[in-house]
């Protein structure tokens, strides 16, 4: 930028942009953002950890309400822009989920997949693969008109 009057040497340009809780860099790689949410993750799962825990005495059914209503909206905010992230930092939240959906449904050993089907939640790969597209406006992909001619 040229300089200006009341700063001759320019204006600084930022890496990262936080707009509306979504974390933008130059190159639209969501880094920032994945970390950010990632940390905030963490510490709201620090604060909520005797409630969800392996130990807690609430049934599954009450853990994964939390879990949906508390910390799923978190990392799905705005997943619409971001969800289109290389894999590397999908996976950073992917790990996230794993760790958690093990530490609340308690076996060791169980795989993700076995989790996932098992409480009903999808594996954040494919919940973003799912849901993270841009919307597309189609005017021609609407409900299909009922035949009245059988």
């Not at 969800?52 to 009450?62: T, V």
């Not at 950073?92 to 308690?106: A, E, F, G």
Request: charged share 15%.
């Amino acid at each position: 930028m040229p300089p200006s009057v009341h700063q001759p040497d320019g204006l600084p340009q930022a890496e990262t942009v936080k707009y509306l809780g979504l974390h933008f860099d130059k190159h639209l790689t969501w880094k920032k953002h994945v970390a950010t949410k990632r940390k905030q993750l963490d510490h709201i799962t620090r604060e909520i950890h005797w409630l969800i825990g392996k130990y807690s005495p609430l049934l599954l059914e009450n853990k994964l309400l939390i879990y949906k209503t508390v910390l799923k909206p978190v990392w799905t905010y705005g997943i619409e822009l971001w969800g289109c992230a290389t894999k590397s930092n999908i996976a950073v939240i992917q790990r996230y989920q794993s760790k958690l959906l093990r530490s609340i449904t308690t076996p060791h050993g169980t795989s993700q997949i076995i989790l996932s089907t098992s409480i009903f939640t999808p594996h954040m790969f494919t919940w973003s693969s799912r849901n993270g597209q841009l919307p597309i406006a189609r005017p021609w992909a609407h409900a299909p008109t009922p035949s009245w001619n059988h």
